[in-house]
């Protein structure tokens, strides 16, 4: 029982490099979203997706690129990484209805930007 | 847009001493209100939720939250910590997602330490 994946788990990134992380759930849930966690600030959401084929910006979006190609699957991208990109980066996944609100986290992906 | 405080950033109990961690919201309308513990090294997981009904909430492992609407408040609670309790725990509201979806506004967190 997988649950939510996020791949990879660790990375070093130079400034400027780019990279994509990829949250895979296996639950069949219609919602996605990829959060950043700061010290002190708590959880920020990045992007989201409310089905396949559809992403929206969330609080903090800018550098970050995200795809929904597959019901199962969110991807999100740093194209051109920056030191604040530093972070730990958590997918999460909700169900469509009833909108319980209840969102499932993977483990989170930590990223260091040199 | 929401915002949701969490008081106490950092707080240090002994084992059996009881716990009651602040939140505070912002919003006035219908709110969705949760609790999510982060373990060491480990994912998010839901600790309790309140949609309606009862304002005070059981959750998991023994904790309690009260929704007080008055105070905009939901404070977690519980009679008598373990040292398994150690974690980072966080307040968090739903404000909803234009075309639907589940926004989860989360607080500052706090980390509780319980000591042996």
């Known amino acids: 029982n997988a649950g939510v994946t996020q791949t990879p788990k660790f990375r070093v990134l130079k400034t400027g490099q780019s990279m994509t992380l990829l949250c895979a759930q296996d639950m069949n849930h219609e919602y996605m979203y990829w959060y950043r966690q700061d010290p002190g600030m708590g959880l920020r959401l990045i992007h989201y997706s409310v089905g396949e084929g559809t992403t929206a910006k969330g609080e903090v979006p800018d550098g970050y690129n995200v795809s929904r190609l597959k019901k199962q699957n969110f991807l999100l991208g740093l194209e051109s990484a920056a030191p604040s990109q530093t972070s730990v980066y958590f997918c999460?996944?909700?169900?469509?209805?009833?909108?319980?609100?209840?969102?499932?986290f993977g483990e989170g992906s930590r990223l260091t930007v040199l | 847009a929401q915002s949701v405080s969490q008081h106490n950033h950092h707080v240090i109990l002994s084992e059996a001493a009881s716990l009651e961690l602040g939140c505070n919201y912002s919003?006035?309308?219908?709110?969705?209100l949760f609790w999510y513990v982060q373990y060491p090294g480990q994912h998010l997981q839901l600790l309790l939720k309140?949609?309606?009904?009862?304002?005070l909430v059981k959750g998991i492992k023994g904790f309690e939250a009260e929704f007080i609407k008055s105070k905009f408040s939901f404070n977690l609670r519980k009679p008598s910590v373990q040292w398994s309790d150690t974690a980072e725990y966080f307040c968090a509201v739903n404000e909803g997602l234009t075309g639907g979806g589940n926004k989860l506004t989360f607080g500052t967190g706090t980390q509780l330490k319980v000591e042996l």
């Open positions: 999460a996944s909700s169900y469509l209805v009833p909108p319980t609100g209840e969102l499932f």
């Open positions: 919003y006035g309308g219908t709110v969705n």
């Open positions: 309140y949609f309606s009904g009862d304002p």
